[in-house]
């Protein structure tokens, strides 16, 4: 078992997902299963490959250096839940 | 004077420095990026990381990059990668800052900096693209924090040096070195204020022998004071908790500019994993040879062989040399001046006069009251012999407050000095024949009168007469 | 009637003035009024559409029409951000979130005078095969089995997409495909699903899922229409920087459907025991038929295609860990309150997030994480250009692959298994065209024994989106599938 109750907790703190007592046990189950699925990649060998992160073979395009003003603090903020003077508001952070 | 509060201790220091690419629209998106703007004013759609938003690359920045590389003396990677850094945090809206971890647009590289012992090459390791935050204000409210992104997405270089350093004077000529160096460049605008350019800085201590001690970064410093101050606070903090027995924590700390003291940041307690992984949003980013080439040609003339041609061509000593090379716009003004004038006469007055009049009205050399063409006029005049040395900072001084020219103020006072010989020599009779008593004392070796004579000469000249000629003529007549 | 509307149809309708763009919106509308219990929709533009409807009316009067389509009203998978309409991606962290922008692709529809009728239900974040993960509720399937009256899946995650254009809700529809989101619910609900190539079309605008696999497409009655939509919505987008440079095609001006001469591959790493015998006969059937037209069969082989899946289940949630991350209540959508920043990021996400994005990112941040992301993360990447390696070899032997879109038809909503692995084998045959960049399209061959539609994979190389219409299209004109579900919600 590769994910138990603490490595379980531990990942929802990375990925900042609480999960609560009562759902442990079967995403546990559900992630360990899928973890074995996974892992049948072990198998395979790799070693001289190269790996592929994008299967599009192009050079990146670039933009020029232009600005483009055309979004206005109101648009940015429309659709936050707590805003205040232009500003997104959230709890205090003390840094 | 730190050397001996810290004592056998040997400090390591290694420095990352930001520095905004100075460029008008942010590395991944259209947005402007001007300094001050109202909250939240120039933050686009992709800036914002709004549902189904894709970064583009801002050409510009890539270029700044690669040109800031050359400047560095580094290796260009003809194939880098832009990776995505993940973590949460309220100034970071896609949960996640593109950088380029494994593969960066700029390897291995070096600057030479002046120290006490003389000239030291710092090792650069790398130097990468990525995007800058957002900026949090935490004093607008007491329960809430305030989040503005105009920031958010503005490219920045990150220049990560080798721990080559080893004093707080090194880190900061350090420091000071690539500031020089991006604004030669014009890749960026070095404005520490404003925040264009900030150093972390990574400092441990060790006893010499012993292996390197445990490091901390200081985030975010934005003067050469603070870094200074930063790293002698810090080293202190270490060999302090070292000799009592404790051992030193691996974090990040904050630099308090009011208390000078360093402490943990508490946001950062948990231990981080940024999962890096490349952006399956951006393809490689690919050079080609004769595209580097091409810029390759642009690049101007850099401090270092601009003070190597200073010295050579000027006669410059490597101590001016270094003060007029470290800042563009002066080594700019320098050659203004110098062109067909004494090197040596033009030296003093940029590094003297006129920088301390730089100084005392707090300005910088482009914004400096006098041009290059009105100090040039000054030192012609002072050079021709119309005026002497000390009338030059009279005029220069009046110079500054009227902005008139320096001929025009030495025609206004009457400045121009006397050095009509036959003139002269009525003057110095004059003199002489008043004094008879001391021309005999002279005579039977009171030497010391010598100056008496040629005080009254100059009175006399209301102090217009060319010394020079004041003093072989006096010589001339006690000598006959 | 009603059964034989198609893109191609209906601009001959409306161009022949034998029905209006308002009438016809109506219509759709009614339709989508009386197909409620089928649940595709998840925002009704009943207003907006009409409007938009008398505008295109209007255009047409004084012959300002901005394409031979102009007042066709066609669906939307809630995944493209549409301006002023709400875009959820079936989730409930985006449940109230109304952009004010609009996706290239939707925006490609309008420029061509197309007209959505709204937004259609998808598995949350289009992680789903069966549309069960959907906060909205699943879709239902048009289709039934002979022998049940239990509802049927649609497939996922365009299930909304597909189920409406079966069930005539809207005549073509817009969906994604990650890993087989567009071909998996058009093979179950007997459409046509048209998966681009990777960069045919942009991503701008449309909610991430995972970047280097998500590609729009088509969901439409005919490969003829598939054609001509993918006309309308594929092309270079500078705001997308993998949006491929290649200049697009005109599809539906240069469909032929003739064959002759052609190769077409049958990958015998996609024969397996477990494949029902129907679709094994359709399958068989159907390479015969292409024979029978001019091609010549050529048995092929797909090393790595059993890796495909696994290799999937990392890089599609390690992106998706990634891209999911901008949703922590700060600027838009869903915020829980909380003691304190991390406690209402947690609090929000757990609460925003149904059980399978939450396992997929979980898994996602799992294999980037240091210690584990050499053995899972770049070991997936390498598999993943071994299989694209496969494809480059095969093609350079045949013109075209043929193989079953879905190891199954669609199955009861209630026999959804409950271990996700069991789920995610629905998409065996369609990931390694996502891993590949492939273009893919299922189109329906037959239906089984229960009456169920069979939907057959079709794949090409990279940016031969014409040659996989061509073929596509011979085995359409010459099967003449015409079977459509009995509407057994309008009872
Ligand atoms: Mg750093
Ligand atoms: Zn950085």
Known sequence: MEFDKKSLLKLGKLARISISDDKLNNLSKDLNSILE??????????????????????KLEVRDDKVDTKNSAEDILENAPEKEMDFFVVPKVIE | MVAQMIEDWNLVIGIEIHAQVNSKSKLFSSSPTDFGSKPNSQVSLIDAAMPGMLPVINKFCIEQAVKSGI??????????????????????????????????????????????????????ERLHLEQDAGKSLHDQDPNFTFVDLNRSGIALMEIVSKPDMSSPEEAVEYVRKVRSILRYLGTCDGNMEQGSLRADVNVSVNKPGNELGTRCEIKNLNSFKFIHAAIVYEAKRQIKLIEQGESVNQET????????????????????????????????????????????????????????????EYSLSSYDANIIVSDKATSKYFEDVVKNRNPKLVTTWVTGELFSILNKKNLIIEDSPITSKQLGELVDNIENGKISNRQAKEVLEEMCESGKGALEII?????????????????????????PENVKKYKNGKDKLFGFFVGEAMKLSKGKANPKIVNDLIKKKLSQ | MKDSYTLKSLAVLLENNKISSKELTSEYLKNIENGKDLNCY???????????????????????????????PIGIKDLFCTKGVATTASSKILSNFVPNYESTVTQNCDDAGLISLGKLNCDEFAMGSTNKTSFFGSVKNPWKSVNSDNELVPGGSSGGSAAAVSGDLCVASLGTDTGGSIRQPASFTGTVGLKPSYGRVSRWGIVAFASSLDQAGPITKTVEDAAILLDIISGHDEKDSTSSVNPKENYYENLNSDIKGMKIGIPKEFRSDKLPASTQKSWDECANL????GAEIVDISLPHTMSALPAYYIIAPAEASSNLARYDGVRYGLRVKGNDLIDMYEKTRSEGFGD???RRILIGTYVLSSGYYDAYYIKAQKIRSLIKSDYVEAFKKVDAILTPSTPSTAFEIANEPSDPVQNYLNDIFTVPVNLAGLPGISIPYANDENNLPIGLQLITNSFEEQKLLNVAKNIEETINYSETPEKWWLK
Request: glycine residues 6%; negative net charge; without cysteine.
């Open chain 2, 71 to 124: 400047g560095l003396n580094a290796k260009i990677n003809k194939k880098s990668i832009f990776d995505r850094k993940n973590y949460f945090y309220q100034d970071l809206p896609q949960g996640y800052q593109i950088s380029q971890y494994k593969d960066p647009i700029v390897g291995e590289g070096f600057v030479e900096i002046e120290t006490e012992n003389g000239q030291k090459k710092i090792g650069v």
């Open chain 1, 37 to 58: 699925f996974v892992d049948q990649l072990k198998e395979i060998k790799t070693d001289q490959v190269d790996p592929t992160s994008n299967s599009l073979y192009q």
């Open chain 2, 411 to 435: 025609d206004e006072k009457g400045l121009s000095q006397i050095s009509d010989e036959n003139e002269i020599e009525s003057l110095v009779d004059n003199v002489l024949n008043s004094n």
């Open chain 2, 253 to 312: 700390r904050l630099f308090n500019t009011q208390s000078g003291e360093t402490r943990s940041m508490r946001s950062k307690e948990d231990a981080h994993d940024y999962r890096y992984f490349p952006d399956p949003d951006l393809l490689p980013l690919t050079l080609d040879d004769d595209w580097i080439k091409g810029l390759q040609e642009t690049i101007p003339e850099l401090p270092d062989q601009i003070k190597e041609r200073f010295i050579n």
């Open chain 3, 42 to 72: 998840n925002t009704i533009s009943q207003e907006k559409a009409l409007i938009d409807a008398e505008k295109s009316d209007e255009r047409r009067k004084s012959q300002n029409l901005r394409s031979k389509y102009d007042g066709i």
């Open chain 3, 290 to 293: 292409l024979k029978t037209n």
């Open chain 3, 356 to 358: 399978e994005v939450k």
